[in-house]
């Protein structure tokens, strides 16, 4: 194993211990189920918004930095593909099949894979700028387009184009979206460092980036559920098998084709192998998808990431 592999198996652990700790938390009353809305809004609105504006603001953009997130985008449709070829030869019920297209396509990056990142990475303020990138046009982006559009195509509810405007919308008014857009600007302007002013500001949005991995574990941890798997058991062990394995696998592949930096490689991957996104079953639920079976898979692909993404790592990683 390589001193790469062991920092990522070392971060995998620790934030798995983290995230059962959320879990002990709540059965021990110290928080409870619905205060994981609120630790996810403080994720999205404060803490995750900060990380990317400190990490990007640091680095110029370069075109070169738009390849990585085309890549994993390719790994995504790739996925969805096979997802609704296996669905179907499952003869899965529309409702069902959007929720696993869904599940397949679409990861964490942002959420969870900032934290494995940052951590990975060491603080690297460069491969963060470059995770953000990934994560928000290869990710971020599409599920609120492509993500909204079979959402709509699978469900059972009467939607119209401005059912789809929405949501799309949304993403440019997001929190993050503005972060990354202002970090974007500073990093071609330059920001001075050295005044008392705008160092002081930036500390304060260092303080406020470091809580973000604390404040993703104790989302997951106090949200994460074990029941309701024997149910679908083929159909989340198909979201499995395509999300957490096929995805960074061919993300791989079209990252060694295209010649990538070890960087871009590595960050491609990782991004690639994160569990379901938790906005797969926001989606699904909110266009009559099968919500309830989103909801599983979301929870199951998280559960057996713990020990896919090491696995992977040791696969398709130097």
Not at 44 to 67: G, R
Not at 118 to 126: A, E, I, P
């Amino acid at each position: 194993m390589s001193s790469f592999q062991q920092i990522l198996t070392q971060s995998i652990f620790v934030l798995v211990v983290m995230i059962l700790m959320g879990t002990l938390l709540r059965r021990l009353g110290v928080v409870k189920e619905e205060h994981g809305a609120f630790f996810a809004r403080l994720v999205t609105d404060v803490t995750l918004p900060a990380l990317i504006f400190l990490a990007v603001s640091k680095h110029p953009v370069s075109i070169s930095q738009l390849f990585p997130p085309g890549v994993l985008i390719l790994a995504e449709f790739a996925s969805g593909f096979l997802a609704w070829v296996l669905g179907r030869a499952l003869k899965l019920s529309k409702p069902r099949l959007g929720a696993l297209i869904l599940a397949s396509m679409f990861g964490s990056s942002a959420f969870l894979g900032y934290a494995v990142i940052k951590d990975l990475f060491l603080n690297n303020s460069r491969a963060l700028a470059e995770a953000a990138m990934v994560s928000e046009f290869g990710v971020g982006l599409l599920i609120f387009t492509v993500g909204v559009a079979i959402a709509m195509h699978f469900g059972t509810s009467d939607t119209t184009w401005r059912d789809f405007v929405k949501p799309v919308s949304s993403f440019f008014r997001s929190h993050i979206f503005f972060a990354l857009a202002a970090g974007i600007v500073a990093a071609n302007i330059g920001l001075p460092e050295k005044n008392i002013v705008c160092a002081s500001i930036l500390k304060i949005l260092e303080t406020i980036a470091n809580a973000n991995t604390l404040m993703v574990t104790m989302t997951i941890g106090v949200m994460l559920k074990f029941h309701d798997l024997k149910k679908v058991l083929p159909i989340v062990a198909l979201a499995c098998v395509v999300k957490l394995v096929v995805q960074p696998a061919v993300a791989e592949f079209f990252a060694g084709a295209f010649h990538f930096n070890q960087s871009f490689r590595d960050i491609v991957v990782i991004e690639a192998a994160m569990p379901s996104a938790a906005l797969s079953a926001v989606f699904a639920k909110r266009y009559k998808c099968d919500g309830e079976l989103a909801s599983i898979l979301v929870f199951a692909t998280f559960i057996s990431s713990i020990f896919t993404i090491v696995t992977v790592s040791l696969l398709l990683l130097k």
